[in-house]
């Protein structure tokens, strides 16, 4: 991607459909995007806000993809008073919305159409007044009688009047003909939905026979109108008992309870846009059970083109399992999408059949996130997805529905079960792997642009570090709830690894605060009697030994006997830990003879350091797992190593005769790469052979990652080997341990100078491609994969690494780029 001030961004071709939207009014709708393209050009050149390139994923074409942008990762002003616009080759229609439904505007959405293999280079700028509207394609409103009056629980008299918030008197019940079709509503331009907001609370369908606006003229006229056939469609959902197309509720373990019980009722417009809308219902003092009262809130959104509403719901307390479901209607197909798949990967069940009032064929489906999912199930009148009960209070999912009455719209019908289920496993793919985005905003590179020092690299090891603490650090400790991964803070390695990078940068540069975050978050883990709150030593999990590396440190400088009875605990664990044949580890009980390539780094500088300081200096054990690793990860062809490898042959993922693998995935790389120049540190002088053995591998390693490295940014792609691949990313965690490990083997000589070219270039190449600067002057760390192992669905295939997520400030990235910086600013003090 072009950077600012270097060359003007290449804006590849995007064609006309992609960009105009309505089935009416095409060509002066382009004459007029053209008209405000040539005056956006030259006023505002030099106004540029970002860059944006957005890839396709996937192998079949995305249509009007919702993209959002937030203020904050623009660079910009919380609530950011200008419009903006977006430019391609034309304008794209661009909305402002509150997307986190908290009362403020904090980002704007866009749509695109994107093709198989293609790209798209765009331009964020302010927008100015020759932009033009563009056709209404969502909409959320509710509305009820004003000027009449209330008979019992019926209101007489008065007319209609459309709010923006409505808290519901207490003699609204069902058919009170108050709320105009009886609740708040929904749509885009192909579907609608309707919630009750009574005692019911259903949620029901309008089928649409036309692509504009509808809900504004339903239900004027009483509650019967729109449940017969009219020119723009009908009710076409029989609710009755059940939850509806997507309704929440509580699971009792047998039955679904509906949100009924409850004491007020309130809805809210959040957003009424041409491209996206949403509302809020919040339901005060809901009992789901009589001994259990909690509040509710609920914040359903809708974008263009799309059918799909997402669901967020948050109670203030723990309730137990939510439950999202459809109504269970005889004679129906039901339809169950893949469950053997990684726990972030989206899912979904559906129906299918003559379910539609006007006996039509009718779909309805939920889409949901399988590691949230804790059952499939169904009651008397519902098919059901109970979920987990959440650490945070709160549930996510999206419901949608696809009439075959419906009008000709430009996503093709849906008149079948087969066309139906290939559309919900289209919308999981979408949601599982979202379009890949490269961001490059003005303010942030305006900053990483300046030349790098030794004081330019631990400033922004420093500001990381500040920023992380006011994101999370401090959260991590027992007891608390990590924010990044929404559950309970573990004694585990990214905790452990996050209080290192701050350990080391304290080292180098001494800040109290920093001294502080590691005492208060790995202090609380460990007890006055030495024991470890939250670690169970019986799981034989490796990724529990790298906390410990911390844990050796804080013993070495203040000698309490509670820490040195933390670390002999995982000493001990190390010494029953189940081996390989060969006497490498295995990755956990769970993964019964199976070396990962993350093991290496979880256990083995653990190991070194362990023994230097507090056993026989026995580091045998320390080199069997990297030659097990050097003789059996290792691919002679290319000089990468495979991410796992099954010495049993038993896994999915395991090639029968090797027991590999299939791919090469950079972080795992990296964890063995920052292993190799961390063991270094603790391996005595006289220990020739074996320091030799791994400064043989570093040679060997250190030509194998040039040769893969991104030429243009200096940093790696999530799988090494498939540069160009569909959907492949430059990804942030194994770059930042590429670049930490460049870094620290050049310094302590393991690499010759000539090397500091390839780590200058990678550490630059980490601020221009994944720093992102907010305009609060905190920084986060983008593009890094969430997470990504072997087994339980995850089969180690190309596209299982292409579906795991892709987020920001994972602790992952973090805290190796943290690290990197600190080993690039010895390293230039030495040789700058």
């Known amino acids: 991607m072009k950077r600012f001030g270097i060359s003007v961004c290449k804006a590849l071709p995007i064609t006309l459909a992609a960009l105009m939207l309505g089935a009416c009014g095409e060509e002066k709708a382009g004459a007029q995007k053209e008209e405000a393209l040539q005056a956006l050009e030259q006023p505002l050149a030099d106004k540029i806000i970002a860059r944006l390139q957005l890839s396709n994923p996937s192998d079949f074409p995305r249509l009007d993809e919702a993209v959002y942008l937030s203020f904050r990762e623009l660079g910009l002003a919380d609530n950011y008073a200008h419009p903006l616009a977006v430019k391609g080759k034309m304008l794209l229609p661009v909305q402002r919305v509150d997307r986190d439904a908290d009362g403020s505007i904090d980002g704007v959405i866009f749509l695109v159409d994107i093709q198989v293999d293609e790209t798209l280079d765009l331009q964020i700028l302010p927008a100015i007044e020759t932009v033009q509207p563009e056709p209404k394609r969502t909409q959320a409103e509710i509305s009820h009688k004003s000027g009449g009056r209330w008979v019992g629980n019926k209101y007489e008299g008065g007319s209609f009047q459309n709010v923006s918030t409505l808290d519901v008197p207490p003699e609204h019940t069902d058919h009170s003909y108050f709320i105009r079709y009886e609740g708040p509503g929904i749509e885009s331009d192909l579907v609608g939905y309707r919630v009750y907001l009574d005692w019911r609370n259903g949620f029901d369908i309008f089928g649409k026979k036309v692509r504009e606006p509808v809900l504004q003229d339903v239900g004027q006229d009483g509650f019967d109108s729109y449940h017969q056939m009219a020119d723009w469609g009908m009710d076409i959902l029989k609710v009755g008992d059940a939850l509806g197309i997507g309704g929440y509720g509580y699971w009792d373990g047998e039955k679904v309870v509906r949100v009924s019980d409850v004491q007020n009722w309130s809805a809210k417009i959040l957003d009424n846009g041409n491209l996206y809308s949403a509302f809020s219902i919040k339901y005060q003092g809901w009992k789901p059970d009589e001994d259990l009262q909690a509040d509710l809130t609920a914040v359903m ?70 590691k949230f999912v804790r059952e499939i199930t169904e009651d008397e009148h519902n098919r059901v997805v109970v979920f987990k009960e959440p650490a945070t209070h709160e549930f996510n999912y999206y419901f949608t529905a696809a009439w075959a009455g419906e009008g000709e719209s430009r996503h093709g019908p849906i008149t079948s079960a087969e066309d139906f289920e290939r559309y919900l496993a289209r919308e999981a793919e979408k949601r599982t792997i979202p379009l890949r985005k490269r961001l490059t905003t003005a303010v942030s590179e305006a900053q990483t642009q300046q030349p790098l020092s030794a004081e330019v690299a631990l400033a922004w090891s420093k500001r990381m570090a500040d920023s992380e603490l006011e994101r999370s650090a401090l959260q991590l400790g027992f007891g608390g709830v990590d924010p990044h991964r929404k559950r309970p803070a573990y004694f585990e390695y990214t905790t452990g690894l996050l209080m290192q990078a701050y350990d080391d940068l304290n080292q180098v540069s001494p800040d109290a605060r920093y001294a502080a975050a590691v005492e208060k978050v790995m202090g609380s883990f460990v007890n006055e009697d030495g024991s470890i709150n939250g670690y169970v030593q019986s799981k034989f999990n490796i990724d529990s030994i790298n906390a410990g590396k911390v844990l050796l440190r804080m013993y070495e400088r203040n000698g309490k006997e509670q820490y040195q009875t933390a670390v002999d605990t995982l000493r001990e664990q190390l010494k029953q830990h189940p081996r390989t044949d060969a006497g490498a580890f295995w990755h956990k009980k769970i993964y019964p003879h199976q070396v990962w390539l993350d093991g290496v780094y979880m256990g083995i500088p653990f190991l070194a350091h362990y023994e230097k300081l507090r056993g026989q200096g026995d580091f045998e054990e320390v080199l069997a797992e990297f030659r097990v690793v050097r003789e059996k990860l ?39 790469a920052m292993a190799l120049v961390d063991v270094l540190d603790y391996l005595p002088e006289e220990n020739k052979d074996d320091r030799q053995y791994l400064i043989d591998m570093i040679n060997d390693l250190a030509p194998t990652l040039k040769k893969y490295q991104d030429p243009e940014s200096g940093t790696w792609y999530q799988v090494t080997d498939k540069a160009g691949a569909r959907g492949n990313y430059l990804e942030a965690s194994g770059s930042s341990m590429f670049t930490y490990f460049f870094a620290k083997a050049i310094l302590k000589g393991y690499l010759p100078e000539s090397w500091l070219p390839v780590a200058k270039k990678s550490y630059q190449g980490l601020l221009n491609e994944f720093v992102r600067v907010h305009n609060d002057g905190s920084i986060s760390l983008t593009s890094n994969c969430e997470v990504a192992g072997l087994g339980f669905g995850r089969d180690g295939s190309y596209r299982y690494y292409m579906s795991e997520p892709v987020v920001d400030d994972d602790l992952k990235g973090v805290g190796p780029f943290i690290m990197a910086g600190v080993e690039m600013h010895k390293l230039l003090n030495r040789y700058n």
């Open 634 to 672: 290792r691919d002679p062809r290319t000089g990468l190593y495979f991410h796992g490898w099954d010495e049993a042959r038993n896994q999915v993922w395991a090639d029968d005769k090797s027991g590999l693998s299939p791919n090469f995935w950079s972080r795992g790389m990296g964890w063995m």
């Open 301 to 370: 959104s809708i974008a263009a083109g799309s059918r799909l509403v997402e669901v967020r719901g948050h109670t203030d307390r723990a309730i137990g399992a939510p439950v999202a479901g459809i109504v269970k209607h005889p004679g129906t197909q039901l339809i169950v999408g893949d469950l053997d798949i990684p726990g972030s990967a989206w899912t979904y069940i559906g129906t299918w059949g003559r379910q539609s009032l006007d006996g039509s064929d009718l779909g309805m489906g939920l889409l949901v996130q399988k």
